[in-house]
């Protein structure tokens, strides 16, 4: 689970929303109680003269005749759920006294989730920004910040230097909002260096300052102070991280005195809360509560010892050797592969079943003993390595069964409902466990828990003799321990309909064209928020990272909208309108790229007719420095070229077509000349889109030396691959191997299409069956175009490789019937992490519909700059036959 996705369910009960709109008054539609309660000084009116607005997260303040340096040492201030209200009130009376800028998270909810366990360890702790006007006023200010507020509670900021004992903390950084490309060639914030160039304002979870600065006099006693707490005293060598959350770090160690391998658990005081606001420490102190009345069950680790060092508190526990249930799945379930045989299904079923009662019985064993895990999942089962037995890890969350309480801490995949607690909290957790095994997909359950009737069926079709055990599964699942159906097992809007609560799962098909194109469309104009100025279709939490990106084509309205026209669906004028108006003067800090910005932007107002904005924003990208971009299609200038190479083709501009050529030189010298250790792979960031780039130029100009360095381009990327042991070729990524459209090998392989209509090349031809195969496993672990399945089935349709027929994207289409979900009845798709649903192109409905629409063999849909290939044209049209007949 990527961590930051968790803060961006609780706005909305369907779709991913920014933490911020839970404030009272913000037109959300998540819940509004004592937890989201503002700040008594977030309530009162800007003074006279002063300026008041909101940014993200943060409310700012600042005198209007008094604008800020660009950077310089600010001064932050942390602090409690319960002192804050008092610290926020003096911190504001001391600058509006003097007339310093200074900015604040208005609520305790906010505040809660900048603390959480698993938020940015960057930026957790920061409660209040002081801007000084320069350096003398900065040591004045944080001298009285601190004989102020200091010695009051609050978490170690740990981007930032500690003013004596806090919670008065500073650090160098921008003051104003700036932008420049790091390394990667992504947008970051940005500082001035001291030749006046812009560079990226580093934020990482240490005190650094940068290069060409020096600390001043008036810190260097709190530096010393910082330099002099060192693990040199300890009895124990830590070896290597194994884990870090905001809350402190996992490591491996030794025990110098006895040579015997520890886990050594960090806990950070009053950072990584739960849901109950228990921090770090507090959780350490239950954890090893627990597991000292459980010492002695061979399915828990042992205590060895515990420690403060500074402020932070450490557990020393037994190293329990193994792997965990995780990894299981991708070297031994069977559905990695395309075609399993009979065999490797029953043994796998076998297997996944003796391992769940393994796990039943540690759990009954910790409840013997009267305690609840309250934290069950996937990662936290640790097998041994005969596969003999389990030991369960991470015992933070448990509590006494007298307790009766509700879980604080939980994986999105496993958490049980509301009403649930003691006991049944764990066996909840252990019904999800019998659908992951055989389809990890339970995070769906956090939107309509009645999927899990759906997800059962679909693993009972492929594993037949499991169907009793996933059956007992699913009545848990939906069992409501205090009687009676639960209330929320059917959430409104997502699940219920006009038909009723027992709509077939899912309403319609996705194989069911045009029935599926018709319900998706409609789930999607359903969700749309005209009203709003940051999105009118939700998405991905990416539409909230930079500017526009609610407008974009990756994440935004523009994707959306060409999805939706180019499936054959009908237009949305509104929201076009909507499009029209937000992109005609865009935010500042709007990234240039395809997916992600301005060209993007350009590109689909054209497709839409749209011409004169288009151009008007065209012109706009061409009056931009390019040089410091990177080279790929999502956001560099691989995709600006394609967009203003198609536009130059519409409209006959030569500044435009000029403009692509330029595109195309620093594309192909930006990733050619990069060091091997910086280039990324694939479709999106990597070699793919500098070769779609120099492909689609050459048929332009029938320039050989384009094609010569788009071969090259796909050559570098088909090194970062590896052929796995089920003979698919896969994007080495260091920790993982990935076979996904957007950077994985399969990205890869749709431009060697391309670029194979116009030169044979033996190599190519012989890394394509391996993509193939990439492309028909049985499972991936999202639908999304660029990370899931959808991107599968429209490779699929469109590929030229030999042996891939009607029937490798039909079996793909109807495998996209596992994700599906419900949206006011109509059939619509999760985004990433499955926490929650999204409608944009990259991520959820939108990019299942482009892939479905272009699986048809009259007109199919496309993906920008990836028109349909010659040699698919007769290919048979896979929607034909009756649902009967496909199965």
């Given at each position: ?251 491996a160690g030794r025990d110098r005195r006895t040579g015997e391998t520890v886990v050594l658990k960090e806990a950070r005081p ?140 939980a994986n999105p995949g496993f958490v049980a409902p509301r009403g649930h607690r003691g006991f049944d909290v764990d066996r ?460």
């Amino acid at each position: 689970m990527i961590k930051g996705y968790g803060v961006f369910c609780d706005a909305d009960r369907h779709f991913y929303d920014t933490p911020h709109r839970l404030w009272p008054g913000s037109g959300a539609s998540g819940a509004v109680g004592e937890r989201d309660r503002a700040f008594e000084a977030a309530e009162r009116p800007a003074p006279e003269g002063w300026q008041r607005h909101r940014v993200g997260d943060w409310l700012a303040l600042r005198p209007v005749e008094h604008p800020l340096p660009d950077q310089g040492w600010k001064i932050h201030v942390s602090a409690c759920l319960d002192n804050a209200d008092s610290v926020l009130a003096r911190v504001w009376d001391f600058c509006v006294a003097r007339g310093i800028a200074f900015k604040f998270v208005p609520t305790r909810y906010l505040l809660h989730n900048r603390n959480a366990k698993y938020a940015d360890r960057g930026s957790s702790g920061k409660f209040v920004t002081v801007y000084p006007a320069d350096d003398g006023e900065c040591a004045s200010i944080a001298a009285g910040l601190d004989a102020l507020v200091g010695g009051e509670p609050g978490p170690y900021i740990l981007s930032d230097l500690r003013w004596n004992a806090g919670p008065v903390y500073l650090r160098y950084g921008s003051f104003t909002r700036r932008h420049c490309y790091d390394e990667r060639g992504e947008p970051v914030p940005a500082l001035e260096d001291a030749d006046g160039v812009l560079v990226p304002d580093r934020r990482g979870p240490v005190f650094r300052t940068p290069e060409w600065v020096s600390v001043p006099d008036f810190l260097r006693p709190h530096l010393e102070a910082r330099a002099a707490v060192d693990v040199t005293g300890l009895p124990y060598d830590i070896e290597r991280a194994l884990h870090f959350s905001n809350g402190g770090g996992v490591y491996a160690g030794r025990d110098r005195r006895t040579g015997e391998t520890v886990v050594l658990k960090e806990a950070r005081p009053h950072a990584g809360l739960a849901s109950d606001g228990a921090d770090a420490v507090r959780r350490l102190e239950r954890e090893r509560t627990a597991l000292e009345r459980l010492s002695g069950l061979a399915c828990t680790p042992e205590v060895k010892d515990a420690f403060t060092l500074g402020d932070h508190h450490f557990l020393v526990m037994e190293y329990v050797h193994g792997r965990p249930l995780n990894s299981f799945f991708a070297h031994r379930h069977p559905m990695v592969e395309a075609d399993p045989p009979p065999e490797g299904l029953r043994e796998y079923a076998r297997w996944a079943m003796r391992l769940h009662g393994l796990v039943e019985e540690a759990v009954e064993a910790v409840h013997g003993r009267g305690i609840v895990f309250n934290d069950l999942h996937l990662f936290n089962i640790m097998v041994a390595e005969d596969e003999s037995s389990v030991t369960l890890l991470d015992f933070e969350a448990a509590r006494d069964a007298d307790e009766d309480g509700r879980q604080t801490v939980a994986n999105p995949g496993f958490v049980a409902p509301r009403g649930h607690r003691g006991f049944d909290v764990d066996r909840y957790a252990l019904a999800c466990l019998r659908l992951a095994l055989f389809l990890p997909l339970t995070n769906l359950l956090a939107v309509d828990r009645d999927k899990a009737r759906h997800l059962a069926e679909e693993a009972a079709r492929v594993f037949p003799e499991t169907r009793q055990f996933l059956e007992l599964g699913v009545a848990e699942i939906l069992r409501d321990p205090n009687g009676g159906r639960p209330a929320e097992a059917v959430p409104a809007g997502a699940g219920a309909s006009a038909a009723g609560e027992h709509d077939p799962y899912p309403p319609v098909e996705p194989g069911e064209w045009p029935r599926s194109r018709d319900s998706m469309a409609a789930a999607v104009l359903a969700s749309a928020t005209p009203d709003r100025d940051d999105r009118y279709f939700p998405g991905d939490i990416a539409q909230f990272s930079a500017p526009g990106g609610g407008l974009s084509f990756g994440h935004g309205a523009a994707g959306v909208l060409y999805a939706l026209t180019e499936s054959g669906a009908a237009r949305c004028p509104d929201a076009e309108e909507w499009l029209l108006r937000h992109s005609k003067e865009p935010a500042s800090g709007t990234p240039l790229g395809f997916y992600d910005g301005l060209s993007g932007l350009a590109w689909t107002l054209n497709r839409l007719g749209h011409r004169e904005p288009a151009l008007a924003l065209a012109e706009l990208l061409l009056a931009q420095p390019w040089e410091g971009i990177g080279p790929g299609l999502h956001g560099g200038t691989a995709g600006l070229g394609l967009a203003l190479d198609s536009l130059a083709a519409d409209t006959g501009e030569t500044d435009l077509r000029s403009g692509a050529l330029r595109c195309a030189e620093l594309a192909a010298h930006g990733f050619l000349e990069a060091p091997p250790e910086r280039r990324r792979a694939g479709l999106l960031y990597g070699g793919a889109g500098v070769a779609l780039l120099c492909t689609r130029l050459y048929e332009r100009t029938g320039d050989g030396a384009l094609l010569d360095l788009a071969r090259r381009a796909l050559q570098a990327d088909l090194d970062r691959c590896v052929t796995s042991a089920f003979g698919t070729l896969q994007v080495d990524e260091g920790w993982r191997t990935m076979p996904y459209l957007g950077a994985g090998s399969v990205g890869v392989g749709i431009v060697l299409d391309d670029y194979l209509e116009h030169r044979p090349d033996e190599a190519f031809e012989r890394a394509r069956p391996e993509i193939v195969r990439a492309a028909r496993a049985g499972f991936y672990a999202q639908s999304g175009l660029f990370r899931g399945l959808a991107g599968m089935v429209l490779y699929l349709s469109r590929t030229t490789a030999p042996g891939v027929g009607s029937a490798d994207v039909r079996r793909q289409i109807d495998a996209l019937s596992r994700y599906a979900m419900r949206y006011r009845g109509h059939l619509a798709f999760p985004g990433e992490q499955l926490m929650r649903l999204s409608n944009d192109l990259s991520t959820g409905t939108a990019g299942c519909l482009l892939a479905l629409a272009s699986a048809q063999r009259e007109q199919p849909a496309q993906l920008p700059f990836l028109p349909p290939l010659r040699r698919t044209q007769n290919r048979p049209l896979p929607w034909s036959g009756t649902n009967e007949e496909k199965k």
